[in-house]
């Protein structure tokens, strides 16, 4: 995997990591994981034991999905704010 033996066999000796491991563990504890290997996507869905790559790809593509969301513009129609193109900037006239 390309990692140094001796470094890794420091750091797994060390405390170096123990605060970040026992937050993933009590993290898994909340979220009930049972197994592994178990995926959290933007910590909304999960996905539990060996999956084909489909799985994967339709689960992606919904979270993809739901987070393209429309941008609606916070001015009324026709109002216009600063605008900022090629290097340089407008302000629009207040009548």
Do not use: W
């Not at 405390?15 to 197994?35: I, M, T, Y």
């Amino acid at each position: 995997m390309g990692l140094d033996t001796s470094e890794t066999h420091v750091v797994l000796k060390s405390e170096a990591f123990s605060d970040q491991v026992r937050s993933e563990e009590a993290k898994a504890q909340s979220l009930q994981v049972r197994g592994v290997p178990y995926f959290v996507i933007n910590d909304k869905y999960a996905l539990s034991g060996a999956q084909p790559t489909d799985v994967f790809v339709r689960a992606l593509k919904q979270v993809l999905d739901e987070e393209k969301q429309e941008l609606k513009p916070l001015a009324n129609e026709g109002e216009q704010g600063a605008a900022c193109s090629d290097g340089s900037c407008e302000i629009p006239n207040e009548s």
